[in-house]
């Protein structure tokens, strides 16, 4: 059966310190994979998807930026976090020829004090 | 116009109560459906796709609407463990072109 590891689950980092976010997927092949982030009382925003190692779509202009060294590998990273960068972060993955959803991690809770 | 839209909610209901949420979207050319549930801190998970001709999975029915371009989702029974946030989910595109929107969430309590 497909999982899907992220870490760390929890993240206090000071503002202009660097970010990285890893996730990773078991049991299938060449999975897309997604990076969102759900700030406090607001919905789910698609940060980057990639559909094969070294494709990296971004959906919003920012200071994060993701690369997908291995095919079933996905990170985040940030040379310097903003406050506004904290939420919660998480990774996601789907098969394209299924029609049902996405599988997430179980997320990074990131705080930039 | 949101592209999905909720109503926040909170919804408070007792247990045993039956409870509806409706979700409008505004792209007919949306091509799936789901909800996914979102417990406090928590990751979502997918509860249920939604079909055309509806569809049913124990307590829980979801319904499609074309035509009025809305979904709902129906609890039955109401248990204090369906307490959480309802996204409304729908997908536009397809293969590598899929894009997923989603809703904000309708909130639920159900209570002793």
């Known amino acids: 059966s497909q999982t899907i590891h992220q870490w760390p689950a929890t993240l206090v980092q000071p503002v202009g310190s660097p970010l990285s976010l890893e996730c990773t997927v078991e049991g299938t092949s060449n999975p897309n994979l997604y990076w969102y982030r759900q700030a406090a009382g607001r919905g789910l925003q698609l940060l980057f998807y990639?559909?094969?190692?070294?494709?990296i779509s971004s959906e919003v202009p920012q200071n994060l930026s993701a690369s997908r060294p291995q095919d079933r590998q996905f990170i985040l990273s940030s040379k310097k976090l903003l406050l506004s960068d904290s939420g919660f972060y998480l990774c996601a993955w789907s098969v394209t020829d299924r029609p049902w959803g996405y599988t997430f991690g179980s997320g990074t809770r990131l705080t930039v004090v | 116009r949101k592209e999905v839209e909720q109503d926040p909610g909170p919804f408070n209901v007792p247990e045993g109560a039956t409870v509806a949420f409706n979700c409008t979207y505004s792209n007919s050319a949306s091509q799936s459906f789901f909800w996914y549930r979102q417990d406090c801190r928590k990751e979502p998970k997918l509860l249920m796709s939604v079909y055309s001709s509806g569809n049913e999975d124990g307590r829980f029915t979801a319904q499609l609407n074309r035509a009025s371009q809305y979904i709902s989702l129906l609890i039955r029974d109401s248990k204090l463990s369906d307490s959480a946030t309802y996204l409304c989910?729908?997908?536009?595109?397809?293969?590598?072109?899929?894009?997923?929107?989603w809703g904000l969430g309708t909130s639920l309590a159900v209570n002793p």
């Open positions: 989910v729908v997908n536009i595109g397809s293969g590598n072109n899929r894009k997923l929107i």
């Open positions: 990639s559909v094969g190692i070294g494709q």
